[in-house]
């Protein structure tokens, strides 16, 4: 990639590269798949890469040669390579919070060297990876106690956002790698609800809860935090002495940590410079590293950073977050696509798009640039999606024949995974079968022509054309293994670094969830004791007056 950075100032839309990309989209017009297809036979091979085990197919995107080489000189021009070699560095590009983002040094290996203001980070991540692997054993192994002797069995993550999307997911990808006697739950929502599930068929005696948290003041987590406490002491009748053996805490704020009640003993920390959505592979993935123990996290890791290395070093005609990210830019510019479908075709991947939502949202859903300007263009999508099979059934429709552009990644593995009993395995070539499928009807469709020679009734014709052209890619790995799986997320993550480094946004702050969290705040006491709604507009007024109510107040 180019090592210049452009003048940051020149709006995006107005650089020399956005207008040759809007008369190359003019050219472009309404060219179909088919026609692309048709003009080179080798489209299939040629728009293929291949990063770590995950094999990319980008033929079934709507693009060029020349839309390629156009879209790589707005990288370069847009200083994405001297952005990503910033970040790297651990230079403080989160410029609104003034913090180096560093979420790669917590894979780096053993010997690296990256430094924070000076200081050398990388033996500090060794050390807690140490620590959080002799912990995970004596659970794993039994020999960490509860407060009267028993053997845990349930371990309890209290989190919300990062500190409970990302070790979620990913305990639920490798599910088959985990210790399966052992129960490993989740809790985020403040619904009393959901730790009410989580806890009622579990013995105290036997369960451990590892309050995640990067600040240690988020109010959900916090408030579960206490119950999750209350209900600890009362089901065991014990004292505040119980609490040492069945909490354990991950966080940066030591002083939260302690003020809390829990042992600073019994701390996992990481630090300023890893964003929560960036985090699962810090302390935050302690309750995954009980589940599928320290060599798979480490399996996992090293994924990571392979495809690290790859988005650094890799030119950018073989950049694969790179081109991810170009795809998502020239849709979101130049076809108003507003959203961005993943589609994994693994049931394993079920929390998977869940947790690309807030690293993908959260990370580019901004309106202004770096300096506080408002942009001028698209900034990130809306992604969704849910496993390929069950929305084929649900939502699909709107792909194949709807009036939006989405564009798609569908995600598949060769192999299903090892511990699937024989009498399954068989149904893996049904489920890749659609996968494959899938991407075909969507970039191809079905033309009148071709449905009216089935001897559809003409008024029917309309109603079964596919118009098809809708751009997907396809990712396909062999197996689903800890380590794909962190190929996966550094996939993801850098390719929403990509898009923000061109859209010219501050990809690593939040400031957009601080609003809610401030009026909330406002409007607690009110539901409680009604006084103060005279504050409030008018609608949020008699929204809260019903509520009281409704309530019996
Ligand atoms: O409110 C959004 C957010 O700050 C996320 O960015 C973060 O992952 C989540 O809250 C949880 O924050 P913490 O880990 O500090 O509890």
Redesign the pocket.
Known sequence: MSETRADARTPLDRTPEWAALAKHREEFGDTHLRELFAADPERGRRYTLQVGDLHVDYAKQLVTDETLALLRELAGATGVAALRDAMFRGERINTTEDRAVLHTALRAPRDAVIEVDGENVVPAVHAVLDRMAAFAEQVRGGEWRGHTGKRIRAVVNI???????GPAMAHEVLRSFSRRDLDVRFVSNVDGADLHEAVRDLDAAETLFVV???????I??ITNAVSARNWLLAELGAGADAVAKHFVAL?TNAEGVADFGIDTANMFEFWDWV???Y?YDSA?GLSLMIAIGPDAFREMLDGFHLVDEHFRTAPPEENVPLLLGLLGVWYGAFFDAQAHAVLPYSHYLSKFTAYLQ?LDM?SNGKSVDRDGKPVSWQTGPVVWGTPGTNGQHAYYQLLHQGTKVIPADFIGFAEPVADLPPGLVAQHDLLLANFFAQTQALAFGRTPEEVAAEGVPAELVPHKTFRGNHPTTTVLAGALTPSVLGQLVALYEHKVFVQGAIWNIDSFD?WG??LG?VLAKRIEPVLLTGEGAEQLDSSTAALVARYRELRGR
């Open positions: 989190g919300i956002g990062g500190s409970d999307l995640a948290s990067k600040t240690f003041t988020t959900e987590t966080s964003g929560g959505r985090s935050i807030q959260e939040q969830v601080e969290k």
